[in-house]
């Protein structure tokens, strides 16, 4: 049971990296920027600080008190929803890498398609570019 959570708690933190965030230190510190690293014990990294002069940071994670997500995440399950519409049974979730498979060669993220070619990349692309339209109204 102790490693389900522990998965599930991975995945969910992963969702946070690439996001804007903020986060408050145990000393009532709070540091505004783009989450670029973060481990087991919650040793962060900073990139994008909205403090002037700062270009990067790690804080350590027992000062960590906690960690607001200040944008929202990538939907990686209503587009997979929507592109197994079309290639049933072919497509993957991988959340622990950010990126959608489909028919084991077509890898999409949350930026596009990034590896893959022909005409079941060109439908994914049009699938993933209609996803992010409707998503951005």
Known sequence: MAAVITRKFGEETLQFLGKKVSIETSDQKVYNGTLTGI????????????????????????????????????????????????????????????????MDKIKVTQAGIEEGVGLAADRVKAIYDEFMRETKK
Do not use: H, Q, T, Y
Request: glycine share 6%; net charge neutral.
């Open 39 to 102: 481990d087991e014990k919650l040793d962060v990294i900073l990139d994008n600080l909205d403090a002037r002069g700062v270009l990067k940071v790690i804080l350590n994670g027992s000062f960590v008190k906690e960690i607001k997500l200040m944008e929202k995440p990538f939907d990686f399950k209503a587009l997979s929803d929507r592109l197994a519409r079309v290639f049933p049974g072919l497509v993957k979730v991988r959340e622990d890498v950010g990126a959608i498979i489909v």
